[in-house]
């Protein structure tokens, strides 16, 4: 990616967490602390169910490298903020989607090394050029995701009511800056995607529906409410496309992976916004 599109994806991927930060309504947590297993569901399909079916999907495509390892890439990535856009869209369970984003932000210092390591060694033979460089991971996730996020908080504490005045702005900002990040993937990647879309096409739809349906099923077992599944099952699988395109081209200098993660962002958007619809117009009225 050229070094101008760079600084810009940067730039919008911190401008996008702090809207994040300056959005999320601290009261939201005192009703989810009262009732926090919305949240331990979130978490555990977000960190060990999807990441699981990440991993069976890049297994059926070992042979392909840059779309295993582009999947485990795509899997390491925390929700990203897109999925509370479609979940407020939908109508469903808005402060468990905010709150899983915030909290998989803050915590993606451990389990982004973590499963992308895991991700790497299950595909051995494919990845054995591959190391994620731990410590310039960690500063890439405190730079782009934890520092802006606390940021928001911070200035949200601070500025009271005059920030909640900017804060009414801050959930269009963020769809401002994922639809310029949309277009910086699609412009720098334009080659890529033409020469590659439709072979990595087929991987990116079984690796959307597989993680949508498993993220649902398992918060159905765990007896949640509709709206709360929807918004589990969308933040699971919406992943943080920018954090895995940096990963890609600026830690592992891997940048033909950059193809497989911008054709899973155009998937999960289509089967993500199609699934909103339907919830809008026929599971919402039903609850």
């Not at 070992?62 to 899997?75: C, F, H, K, P, T």
């Not at 992308?116 to 494919?126: I, K, P």
Request: glycine share 6%; with cysteine.
């Amino acid at each position: 990616m050229h070094a101008d599109l760079q600084a810009l994806l940067v730039a919008c991927v911190v401008t996008m967490m702090l809207c994040v930060g300056l959005d999320f309504p601290l009261s939201s947590w005192r009703s989810l602390l009262r009732n926090p297993l919305p949240l331990w569901v979130g978490l555990a399909a977000q960190n060990l169910v999807v990441p699981l079916v990440g991993f069976t999907v890049a297994l059926l495509f070992r042979d392909q490298s840059e779309i295993a390892l582009g999947i485990v890439l795509i899997v390491a990535a925390p929700g990203g903020p897109i999925a509370n856009a479609i979940v407020h869209f939908a109508g469903a369970r808005i402060d468990i989607s905010v709150s899983l984003t915030v909290i998989n932000a803050l915590i993606s210092l451990v389990t982004v090394p973590l499963i992308a390591s895991t991700g790497f060694a299950l595909l051995a033979e494919e990845s054995a050029a591959v190391r994620l460089p731990v410590a310039e991971t960690l500063a890439h996730i405190v730079f782009i995701i934890v520092m802006p996020i606390v940021s928001g908080f911070a200035i949200q504490r601070i500025g009271g009511q005059s920030v909640a005045r900017i804060s009414r702005f801050a959930r269009a900002g963020t769809g401002v800056m994922m639809t310029l990040i949309l277009v910086i993937v699609c412009i720098a990647n334009a080659q890529l995607l033409t020469s590659h879309f439709s072979q990595m096409v087929p991987a990116a739809l079984m690796l959307c529906l597989a993680m949508l349906a498993c993220a649902h099923l398992f918060s159905r077992f765990s007896h949640l409410d509709a709206g709360a599944r929807f918004a589990i099952a969308n933040e699971s699988s919406v992943h943080n496309v920018p954090l895995a395109l940096i990963m890609a081209e600026e830690i592992i200098h891997r940048p033909e992976l950059a193809a497989m993660i911008a054709v899973y962002a155009q998937s999960i958007g289509i089967l993500t916004l199609a699934w909103a619809l339907i919830y809008r117009h026929r599971l919402a009225p039903a609850k």
